[in-house]
C-alpha cells in the first residue's frame, strides 16, 4: 500500500498522525461512507479494506475506544476551524459535515457505552482525550494563516472510523471480513 501526498501532508499537519491508503483507479472525490441502495457485500469489500489499512499511530485498535478517538479528531478540526476569521464556505461546509460525522459517532458510543466493559470505557476516554490534544498546539497558535493552514491540511480519518461506529452502534461483535475473505488481494484490488 502506498501513502499517497494527502496522507503524507496531513501527517505533516498532525505530527505524523496519518494512515497509508490503497491508491485508488481515478482522481476525484473517494465515497466511504455507504448509501441506502449500497449492498452488504460492497459495504463488506469496504469494511475488509478499511480493516487492513494500517491505522496512524496512536490510534486504538479496538472499535469503541476508536470511536472515541475519531470523534476528538474531528471535534478538534472543527473547533480549529472556528477560530479563522477568514473561514470561506467551503471551510463551513467541511465543519459542518463534520459536524454531522462527530454526532454519528458519539451516538455510536452513546448507544454501545453499555456493553463496554469499565476498562473499555476508560479506554476509550482516554483515546479521546489523547486525540483532542493533537489540536492544542494547533489551537495555541497565534497566527491564523498557520491555523489556516493547519486546518486545511487536515485530510480526515481512517476509513475505519465509520465501520467501528456502525459495528458499536450495531452491536457488531463478529471480525469483519479479511480482504482474502472479500475477494481482494492485499492492495485491495479484486483477486484475478
Given at each position: 500500500?502506498r501513502?499517497?501526498?494527502a496522507?503524507?501532508?496531513?501527517?505533516?499537519?498532525?505530527?505524523?498522525?496519518?494512515?497509508?491508503?490503497?491508491?485508488?483507479?481515478?482522481?476525484?472525490?473517494?465515497?466511504?461512507?455507504?448509501?441506502?441502495t449500497?449492498?452488504?457485500e460492497?459495504?463488506?469489500?469496504?469494511?475488509a479494506i478499511?480493516?487492513?489499512?494500517p491505522?496512524?499511530?496512536?490510534?486504538?485498535?479496538?472499535?469503541y475506544p476508536?470511536?472515541?478517538w475519531?470523534?476528538?479528531?474531528v471535534?478538534g478540526?472543527?473547533a480549529?476551524?472556528?477560530?479563522?476569521?477568514?473561514?470561506?464556505?467551503l471551510?463551513?461546509?467541511?465543519?459542518?459535515?463534520?459536524?454531522?460525522?462527530?454526532?454519528d459517532?458519539r451516538?455510536a458510543?452513546?448507544?454501545?457505552?453499555?456493553?463496554?466493559?469499565?476498562?473499555?470505557?476508560?479506554a476509550?476516554?482516554?483515546?479521546?482525550?489523547?486525540?483532542?490534544?493533537?489540536?492544542?498546539?494547533?489551537?495555541?497558535?497565534?497566527?491564523?494563516?498557520a491555523?489556516?493552514?493547519?486546518?486545511?491540511?487536515?485530510?480526515?480519518?481512517?476509513?475505519?472510523?465509520e465501520?467501528?461506529?456502525?459495528?458499536?452502534?450495531?452491536?457488531?461483535?463478529?471480525?469483519?471480513?479479511?480482504?482474502?475473505?472479500?475477494?481482494?488481494?492485499?492492495?485491495?484490488?479484486?483477486?484475478s
Amino acid at each position: 500500500m502506498r501513502l499517497s501526498l494527502a496522507a503524507a501532508l496531513a501527517m505533516l499537519a498532525l505530527g505524523g498522525m496519518t494512515a497509508p491508503v490503497l491508491a485508488q483507479s481515478q482522481d476525484g472525490p473517494i465515497v466511504t461512507a455507504g448509501s441506502d441502495t449500497e449492498s452488504v457485500e460492497a459495504r463488506n469489500v469496504r469494511e475488509a479494506i478499511a480493516y487492513a489499512t494500517p491505522l496512524p499511530r496512536g490510534a486504538p485498535t479496538e472499535d469503541y475506544p476508536l470511536v472515541a478517538w475519531c470523534a476528538s479528531l474531528v471535534e478538534g478540526h472543527i473547533a480549529l476551524g472556528r477560530t479563522l476569521t477568514t473561514a470561506d464556505d467551503l471551510d463551513r461546509d467541511i465543519m459542518r459535515l463534520g459536524g454531522l460525522e462527530a454526532t454519528d459517532f458519539r451516538e455510536a458510543l452513546r448507544i454501545g457505552a453499555a456493553r463496554q466493559t469499565p476498562a473499555v470505557r476508560a479506554a476509550a476516554e482516554a483515546a479521546g482525550v489523547e486525540a483532542a490534544a493533537k489540536w492544542t498546539p494547533l489551537m495555541a497558535q497565534e497566527d491564523e494563516k498557520a491555523r489556516s493552514e493547519a486546518f486545511g491540511l487536515f485530510f480526515g480519518l481512517p476509513g475505519r472510523c465509520e465501520h467501528a461506529a456502525r459495528r458499536v452502534r450495531e452491536n457488531i461483535t463478529t471480525p469483519p471480513e479479511s480482504l482474502d475473505d472479500a475477494g481482494l488481494d492485499e492492495t485491495g484490488q479484486p483477486k484475478s
